[in-house]
């Protein structure tokens, strides 16, 4: 089994905790972990569990997978256990789902429509192909040096983040791009390691950015640019030959440089969740605080757990295809963490994490605003 050549790295797991439990607020920090209780569901448990497959003494089945799978990959494991040890726990869990896959026990059924999906329809909600662009609502080139990727999430659900993020960068006189041939990033796919479909996506999506004349790749969506600027780089390696950034980091730098004038005010206490494929997968934290701070007459929050100590919405890894109830969970954990600044606005920086806030909310006795930073920058011009 291919996981014998990580037979080191998972012994290397002392069984510390130290990746369960936020060092800051002493708050749990894994929702895996504490949705579920038993140790298989840990982060130490998973160690254990990909131990005990690599040396053949236990066998993959469905009960293990499930364990795998209800990882939401939000990285806090990752960053504590890094910390302490160097050592990497999510990769060896990515590795431990490609090895459930080829054998048969992964990804979840859940994952693999939503992969069906993304081949036959180009998003993995299997919405249709022809209505993807219905939120635009004129003319856009085709090719430029600086290329809009508006995502699945926005173009199907939140059509109002995409238009935001049109105004905005016209109101910076940025010249831009829509790609014709725009689908799904694959970020599921690639997270539940569905690896012969994430290639096929992958090649396909380079090819059609290079056909715009990209230099530069823009999304709004933490997701999407977690898989563009980390993992499409190891998988398609020298022919990525454009950059990719996120619109918090592409317009703090435009605010920075005087292009971008945020002018009305918006009387709103804020508060910001920290995107996991954001923040601690990708270091960004400032640069969204900053813009929410440009605008005038606001006032941001912090939650409790904020940073890289926040507390993921719950969407990740696959897990709200594969586990929406779970999703649910983890996702009203935070929307009352959220509440509880006396913030009435909540403000993230990727399409993901609001829509499971907003499904989530929806089942709730919560009364919060959610938003995506691109809607409150576009309401400031
Ligand atoms: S912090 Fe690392 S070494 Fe400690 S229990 Fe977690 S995975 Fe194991
Ligand atoms: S990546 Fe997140 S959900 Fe997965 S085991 Fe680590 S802390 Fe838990």
């Known amino acids: 089994m291919e996981l014998s050549k990580y037979i080191r790295e998972f012994e290397l797991c002392v069984k510390c905790s130290f990746c369960q439990e936020d060092p800051i607020t002493h708050l749990p920090i894994c929702p895996e972990a504490e949705r579920f209780g038993f140790e298989s569901y840990r982060p130490s448990g998973l160690m254990e569990l990909a131990r005990a497959l690599a040396h053949r003494n236990i066998g993959l089945s469905e009960g293990l997978a499930k364990r795998f799978y ?112 725009e689908r799904c990033c694959g970020y599921t796919t690639i997270m539940t390691g569905q690896d012969d479909a994430a290639m096929d996506i992958v090649t396909g999506n380079v090819k059609y950015i290079k056909e715009t004349g990209a230099k530069t790749l823009l999304t709004s969506c933490a997701m999407c640019y977690k898989i563009f600027n980390q993992d499409y780089f190891k998988l398609a390696g020298e022919k990525m030959d454009f950059e990719v950034t996120h619109t918090s980091l592409f317009f703090n730098d435009l605010v920075n440089e005087n292009k971008l004038k945020l002018k009305k005010p918006i009387s709103e206490t804020i508060t910001y969740h920290d995107p996991c494929n954001l923040g601690r997968l990708n270091n960004v934290y400032d640069e969204p605080r900053n813009l929410i701070e440009q605008i005038p007459k606001t006032q941001l929050v912090e939650m409790e757990r904020n940073r890289g100590s926040a507390w993921c919405c719950g969407a990740g890894g696959g897990v709200k295809f594969a586990f929406p109830d779970f999703a649910n969970w983890t996702a009203i954990e935070r929307l009352k963490e959220a509440q509880s600044t006396g913030a009435k606005l909540l403000v993230s920086a990727c399409p993901e994490c609001e829509l499971n806030f907003m499904d989530s909310l929806k089942t709730i006795d ?13 309401m400031s011009l």
């Open 366 to 378: 919560k009364k919060i605003k959610i938003q995506d930073v691109n809607q409150i920058l576009a």
């Open 70 to 181: 209800s990882c939401l990959t939000c990285g806090a494991c990752d960053k504590l256990c890094y910390s302490l040890t160097g050592k990497r726990p999510l990769n060896l869990f990515l590795e431990t789902r490609r090895v459930l896959v080829k054998s048969g026990f992964g990804p979840m059924p859940g994952q693999l429509e939503a992969t069906v999906n993304v081949l036959s329809t180009s998003n993995p909600y299997g919405k249709p192909k022809d209505q993807r662009f219905k939120w635009v609502k004129e003319a856009i080139p085709n090719k430029a040096e600086i290329v809009y990727f508006a995502g699945c999430t926005p173009s199907y659900y939140f059509p109002e983040q995409a238009q935001s993020t049109l105004k905005v960068l016209k109101a910076a006189g940025i010249k831009f791009a829509i790609m014709p041939n």
